[in-house]
């Protein structure tokens, strides 16, 4: 029924504008293309503003979502530092004890006691053919002192 009644209401509106005198077709004219500029004006300020809304919910949500992600990344990194501290303690006590062995042994006279460089001999310390005795520098009897003398 309204596709009648606007079918109508196009067919009385073309017999009117057919029928009436120039210089208000002029002016209806000037006054219809005012109203169509409000109504455009008005339906791109009403998409602009919607635009605006939707674009300001958008940046809420991201901005939510990017505090979220950044908790969970500090919650994260100080797990991990955590457990880093907790393993470097771990290699220091080893180390420490390591260390109190190490020192024990040398303080010990203990025959797994590891040498270190100034227990070995170096080149000034090996006998040479000069340094052994010879049948000369050998102590005869009368060198050799007697338990009575």
Not at 35 to 42: N, R, Y
Not at 112 to 126: A, M
């Amino acid at each position: 029924m309204e596709k009648q009644l606007a079918k109508t209401a196009g067919k009385v509106a073309k017999t009117v504008i057919e029928h009436t005198p120039e210089p208000i077709k002029d002016k209806v004219k000037e006054v219809v293309a005012d109203k169509a500029k409000e109504k455009i004006v008005e339906n791109v300020q009403d998409k602009a503003h919607h635009l605006t809304e939707n674009l300001e919910s958008a940046k809420e949500k991201f901005a939510n979502k990017v505090e979220g992600n950044a908790e969970k990344a500090k919650e994260k990194t100080q797990d991990v530092l955590l457990s880093a501290r907790d393993k470097l303690g771990k290699v220091v006590e080893a180390g420490e004890e390591l260390q109190k062995k190490v020192s024990s042994t040398n303080k010990s006279n203990d025959k797994r006691k590891v040498k270190n460089v100034s227990d070995i001999k170096g080149i000034g310390s090996i006998k040479t053919s000069k340094d052994i005795k010879g049948a000369t520098k050998i102590k005869t009897i009368k060198d050799i002192r007697t338990i009575g003398s």
